[in-house]
């Protein structure tokens, strides 16, 4: 069984990468809602504090790829960011609304700078959603602060450098290194490659599971790869297509 109560799920861990949208609406309501439509349980969504440390559900931390605003997050208060709309149509949503809307959906959260660390902190202690999230970062000195700061456990994936310690301990055979190196750690989500080194394998998914670590897939949306990753032995997938996925799922009969 799972250790936290974010992972234990009867089936693969099926999750909506941004929401769910195929015309530029990623991280709005309208794709979140889109993937609740669907029937998903978890959502994975990126935050970044404004100047007045409200925490918006944004992957970048500039406006300009996004929305029909500029400038950089955390320099801006939210009161000027509320003109900023995704692909010029849909607010940027913050976490609490994302809390309130759908108090039962289990949110993937990746924390993308240092100035989103206490935010989010506050804004899980404020819902009390720590059983219905998983902190993540690239940055694990900015995910293990974020746990520190917590009053309650969370579940909790690796960040880039406890990765890159697991890929070397599976190449040189040290299971002792494996554990020693994801303690603390409930799942790796991970990309199936990395620089062109393999890090979903045969023999890394053993590792990881002997640890008791879940593996997750990012970014999966071609159906045959999600067929061989799940063939393979992986706990769960992160898609962009989150009406492919559900497809495959329901064809091999494991959509929950």
Known sequence: MARTPYLRYDGPVAMAHRGFSLDGLENSMVAFAAAVDLGYVYVETDVH???????LAFHDSTLDRVTNGHGTIHTLPHHRLRSALIDGREP??????IFEVWPNLRVNIDIKAE???????Q???????HDRVCVTSFSDRRRRTALRRLSRPVATSAGQSVTAAFV??????????????????????????HAGVPVVTERSLAA??????????WTVNDRAD???????????????????LKDVLQQRGSWV
């Not at 990881?208 to 897939?217: C, I, L, P, T």
């Not at 999600?226 to 492919?244: E, K, Q, S």
């Open 226 to 244: 999600v067929h061989r990753l799940l063939d393979l032995g992986v706990d769960g997938l992160i898609t962009d297509r989150a009406d492919v």
């Open 49 to 55: 504090a404004t100047a007045d440390r409200v925490l």
């Open 168 to 193: 070397a301990a599976v190449t040189s055979r040290a299971p002792g290194a494996v554990r020693a190196v994801l303690r603390g750690v409930d799942c790796l989500q991970v990309p199936e490659r």
């Open 115 to 121: 100035p989103a660390v206490l935010p989010l902190v």
């Open 208 to 217: 990881a599971h002997a640890a008791g670590v879940q593996v997750h897939v």
């Open 92 to 97: 940027i949503p913050t976490l609490d609304e």
């Open 123 to 129: 804004t899980i202690e404020r819902h009390r959603a």
